[in-house]
């Protein structure tokens, strides 16, 4: 005799025995094809030389700024 109760026929367990049909596309996987587009959105994207030029002469400006302030001594006599 087992321990285990009966179970009538007609019970369902509360979670799926088997796994579910999955629809498999030729692209690979959500996650493959999101690091394809964000590859392929570098490559449109990139700086040109007029770009350049101005962030580098922002930072020394902004560099040239800072300094200016810090060695500033004011009008002490």
Known sequence: MTKTPPKPQEAKP???????PHDHHDEGSEA???V???????KRWKPDAKQIGMGAA???GSAAIVAGLLYWR???K
């Open 14 to 20: 509360p979670y799926p025995i088997e796994e579910a």
């Open 32 to 34: 493959l094809q999101a």
């Open 36 to 42: 394809k587009d964000l590859a392929e959105a570098k």
């Open 58 to 60: 922002i930072g020394i």
């Open 74 to 76: 004011g009008g002490k």
